[in-house]
């Protein structure tokens, strides 16, 4: 601790002011404990109790309840203490509180504060001065010597001693840092010890955004987010250069709006491989399921007879009521997604296949058995009254946007609130620990799949209502990296176990957004792809690189 000289506080007499405000608080609290006592500890301490006497086996039923009974009955005269002491519980809690607004800023924590800014400047300034010194000093012992390998070993030394003074200079700041966030969390303790941990919202953001300034590092902040903010950058500067270039706005609501729905289908898709990433997979077959399913949805949903054929069969479904034509097509895409997924799940969880290798055979397998059957053709367009009837507009609101957000409330709960999900969460991150814990990493690996198909199912029929069919078997190409894309720029790690819904959801925005702005800008398709590989790069550079901090 440095020593008393001009405005810089020495620990005793940091000490002697904080000293009358916890002697006062302190008088204060002693008071309320005493009042608590017997009411709101007792109330807590018996409510305890008969929590533990329900889960004790080792005693019989009527021991169980002769004991609750007694619980309850010294429940009930603890609240009543209880319920006659809170009126000057919360009298006593008002007078300590507004003692500490009077004193504690004013006479404790800015002092300490301003102490701590001076002797963050005194430490720099000794820091440069140690700076100077070892440099003089390692100027001296070289013009002392003329020996090659003692010049050598001079600067080596200096190197660690230059690293020595700036180590010890990071000390100094951290422990200044360390004073200044002791002093700010000192207050909210006593409050803590009055209140018995309940803070208002605007005191609890207070303290969350002092806890984020004492645990901010720069070097982590950039790995965390310097691609958003290299994405935020370079989509201001496509909104700034396409009204000059093409002399239309790029953030208009109905811009937004396109964006929104070109995202909901993809959302889908990104949610379902963000599953197999977790458990450090990945899938290359989306793209040709989106394919298979469109096909699949507008040869059931097809306005009149099928122009096309599937295996020489031309298909006429105009007799079937066409709510009954919209869940078919429904059932036929998750169907066939879930199957495909399947496959490839039980051969990734039973053999260790690389999933790249059993999602990349599902891509082959369905784009030939597609094309096959299809000859490739389009199937035009759907009946024009399906879309209205399952993505209606609300007023200027496309209701597809609502489809996708309940897409993402759902994968939330599982993800979040689910055992399945807190078991996706565990193999991800370690599948040895979770197989000694008792978790059947083969039911989690295929589950997750089954999802995942489910969910690019759900993706390519929402897809066919947005298009208003055309479906084929080439459509879809190139969505697979998109949305492992957008996983992948979210957040949500190939290391395994890391990831959330938020970033999932973040990322197809991004993805769709800076897509859209590109393409009104007039970037040719091909310089798309190049810009998306580029993101893709720097994004699981980023990760490997916070893999790589954390290990």
Known sequence: MPKTGGSVLTAEQEKELLKPIDQKIGSIQAQIDELRANGTNK?????????????DKS???????????GYKTELELAKKVESENNAQVSKLIAEAE????????????????????????????????ALDRLKKEHEEAVRKTSDAQEIKDEKYVYKNRQFDAKVNYQKDLQRIKDRAHNAFSHEYHLIDLLRMSKFTPLESQAQKW?????????????LQNGLYIVILLVFIALCIITPAVKGTQLLTYSNVINILQQASPRMFLALGVAGLILLTGTDLSIGRMVGMGMTASTIIMHQGINTGQVFGITFDLTGVPIPVRIIMALVTCIVLCTCFTSIAGFFTAKFKMHPFISTMANMLIIFGIVTYATKGVSFGAIEPSIPDMVIPRIGKFPSIILWAIAAIAIVWFIWNKTTFGKNLYAVGGNPEA????????????????????I?????????????????????????????????????????????KISGVTTGVLIFTALTYALTILGIDTNLQFVFSGVIILTAVTLDCLKYVQKK
């Open 455 to 499: 969910l690019y199912g759900f993706g390519s029929w929402l897809e066919c209502m947005r298009m208003v069919g055309s479906g084929s078997a080439a459509y879809g190409q190139g969505w697979d990296m998109d949305a492992i894309a957008a996983c992948v720029v979210g957040g949500v790690s190939f290391t395994g176990g890391i990831g």
């Open 210 to 222: 002092e806890n984020y300034k004492y645990t901010f590092n720069t070097r982590s902040f950039l």
């Open 98 to 129: 507004a003692y500490l607004k009077e004193h504690y800023k004013s006479e404790y924590l800015e002092p300490v504060k301003a102490s701590c800014a001076v002797e963050k400047t005194q430490a720099k300034q000794n820091y440069e001065a």
């Open 59 to 69: 005693i019989s039923a009527e021991e169980r309840t002769t004991l609750i009974e």
């Open 43 to 55: 109330v807590i301490s018996t409510l305890s109790a008969i929590e533990s006497t329900k889960r």
């Open 434 to 453: 979770a197989a000694v814990s008792g978790i059947s990493v083969f039911r989690v690996m295929v589950g997750a799949f089954v999802m995942a198909g």
